[in-house]
T-cell receptor
Framework: AQKITQTQPGMFVQEKEAVTLDCTYD???????LFWYKQPSSGEMIFLIY??????QNATEGRYSLNFQKARKSANLVISASQLGDSAMYFC??????????????FGQGTTLQVKP | NAGVTQTPKFQVLKTGQSMTLQCAQD?????MYWYRQDPGMGLRLIYY???????DKGEVPNGYNVSRLNKREFSLRLESAAPSQTSVYFC?????????????FGPGTRLLVL
């Protein structure tokens, strides 16, 4: 069965430093997608970054990058130059099934990130 | 362009009452989803609709029904609410551009069942 594991319940980082949030996944599918979402205290789910299983390069979106290590089945989120506004819960998720198919997502438990001034 | 909208934002129900959560998207997406998020946990899929006219069960469908009214709207109904259904409910829709997919979420509905 597909599964997403986030082993860090809580993380602290100093403002302006980089931080890595861990995510490992388990699937027998050859084609899958990996997502990271941010959930601030206000509760909305904000899409950050996507990595397809066949993408050879790591995805990047501004200060966010996804360190994709397929053989290790890990998809860590790297936030560079942390800002106070980055304090939030972060969820890793995996899409079941082939690309372009129904995007049912399986979510990890989440990691709470606190950025210290 | 409103994205994904949900109504209501908050709701308090008594055990046994029924209600319908409404969701609409204006992005012309084919696929829509209902998730629930319990405190301190990730989201779990309740039902999804791959296209207009089709619906399928997700991970936690018991106690819920859905209707894909048209391409824009996907509603979630609780026929007889139970305290275990106290949660935050998110509606989402997804898009595939050929090289990237994105799943957009609504703002959520906070439901308390007493």
């Amino acid at each position: 069965a597909q599964k997403i594991t986030q082993t860090q319940p809580g993380m602290f980082v100093q403002e302006k430093e980089a931080v890595t949030l861990d995510c490992t996944y388990d699937t027998s599918d050859q084609s899958y997608g990996l997502f990271w979402y941010k959930q601030p205290s206000s509760g909305e789910m904000i899409f950050l970054i996507y990595q397809g299983s066949y993408d050879e390069q790591n995805a990047t979106e501004g200060r966010y990058s996804l360190n994709f290590q397929k053989a290790r089945k890990s998809a860590n989120l790297v936030i560079s130059a942390s800002q106070l506004g980055d304090s939030a819960m972060y969820f890793c998720a995996m899409r079941e099934g082939d690309s372009g198919n129904t995007g049912k997502l399986i979510f990890g438990q989440g990691t709470t990130l606190q950025v210290k001034p | 362009n409103a994205g994904v909208t949900q109504t209501p934002k908050f709701q308090v129900l008594k055990t046994g009452q029924s209600m319908t959560l409404q969701c609409a998207q204006d992005m012309n997406h084919n696929s829509m989803y209902w998730y629930r998020q319990d405190p301190g946990m990730g989201l779990r899929l309740i039902y999804y609709s791959a296209s207009e006219g089709t619906t399928d069960k997700g991970e936690v469908p018991n106690g819920y029904n859905v209707s894909r009214l048209n391409k824009r709207e996907f509603s979630l109904r609780l026929e007889s609410a139970a305290p275990s259904q106290t949660s935050v409910y998110f509606c989402a829709s997804s898009d595939w551009t050929g090289y990237q997919e994105t799943q957009y979420f609504g703002p959520g509905t906070r439901l308390l069942v007493l």
